[in-house]
């Protein structure tokens, strides 16, 4: 949000408690999480039962990461009566952060290179190979031993 933001007073995000039309307030900030009800990892449910209030203590008590924060900023649609601009810098600078970080996280591989795993590829395609092969010996060489013996 940029410039003068939009003051919404907790009566009118109040009228926003549908599915349809979804708004709550985080530390100030009144958010439009409309969009946002099927994407969030705690179900729809959870907003749904926040929407048209203060939920910053709800929203603090589980311990949101970076990301979330800067979700606050793409659905802010305004503030309420009292916001301190100084907190919207902050959140910007921790969404910018996030950003940094999540790039750099993403380019990691999820699996670690580990010998023991790979040992234990390698047993694994070459285990079945030697059962493989002594079983085939076997019924070889039996039928060898057949064979020598009608002679």
Sequence with gaps: MGGNPRVFDLSHVAL????????????????????????????????????????????????HSKAAYGLLLKYQVGVTPGFKHTNAARAEDDAGEDTK????????SA?????????????????????????????YSAGLTGMMMTE
């Design 16 to 63: 926003h408690t549908t599915r349809n039309d979804c708004w709550l307030v985080i530390n100030g900030r009144v958010i439009d999480v409309t969009k946002f009800l099927e994407e969030h990892p705690g179900g729809e449910e959870v907003l749904l039962e926040a929407a048209g209030k203060d939920a910053t203590k709800e929203f603090e008590a589980i311990g």
């Design 101 to 108: 970080a999540r790039a750099y996280v993403m380019t990691g």
């Design 111 to 139: 699996i670690k290179d580990d010998k023991k795993i790979r040992c234990l590829g390698a047993i694994e395609f070459v285990l079945p190979l030697v059962v493989a092969s002594f079983a085939f010996w076997y019924r």
